[in-house]
Nanobody, 116 residues
């Protein structure tokens, strides 16, 4: 069983920065695709960024150039550096670990609020 624990959310003014971190338990981290997703009130959960086991990142168009995803396999962590935050980035952010076909885990979520 894998557990994911996120940290780093909070309240920030527009234009500011936050860094989210997620630490995973278990032994499959290094082989997994790690991702950050978000869900705003009244909206569906959406992809923010993923990073492959080889370290290749992919971003949603809405965050390209502002957010950076990174991973540390030795520490089983995945981070999301968020710069130039906008009010529309306000959401609960979730960490995800995916290793098909059996493994798909979610963290409990961390709130990010960006004030105008």
């Amino acid at each position: 069983q894998v557990q994911l624990v996120e940290s780093g959310g909070g309240l920030v003014q527009a234009g500011g920065s936050l860094r989210l971190s997620c630490v995973a338990s278990g032994s499959i981290f290094k082989d997994s695709v790690m991702g950050w997703y978000r869900q705003a009130p009244g909206k569906q959960r959406e992809l923010v960024a993923i990073i492959t086991s080889a370290g290749n990142p992919h971003y949603a168009n809405s965050v390209k150039g502002r957010f950076t995803i990174s991973r540390d396999n030795a520490r089983s962590t995945v981070d999301l550096q968020m710069n130039a935050l906008k009010p529309e980035d306000t959401a609960v952010y979730y960490c995800n670990l995916n290793l098909p076909p059996w493994h798909d885990y979610w963290g409990q979520g961390t709130q990010v609020t960006v004030s105008a």
